[in-house]
């Protein structure tokens, strides 16, 4: 991977504050260093924003869980009234 500098900041230091600039927990100064560099770094604007859907994809995915199948609630009662899980 290519770490070059740009706007004052290398890419592997962009990589390493990605998560924590995606949650907004950054201090101005660095977070407008890194919105210079991914203006003008291809390779972390691209990763940076397949990381980003990715984190929204997970967020989504993981806040709607999917029901139990019918089947299976299905032997849960069964067994519950029966008294042998």
Known sequence: ?????????????VLDALESYLAGELDRTLRERI?????????CARFGGIYAETC???????AKPEPAPHALLERLKRRTTEGAI
């Open 35 to 43: 919105e210079a560099h991914l203006v003008e770094c291809d390779r």
């Open 56 to 62: 929204r994809d997970l967020r989504t995915l993981l």
């Open 1 to 13: 991977m290519l770490d070059r500098e740009i706007a004052g900041i290398r890419c592997r230091e």
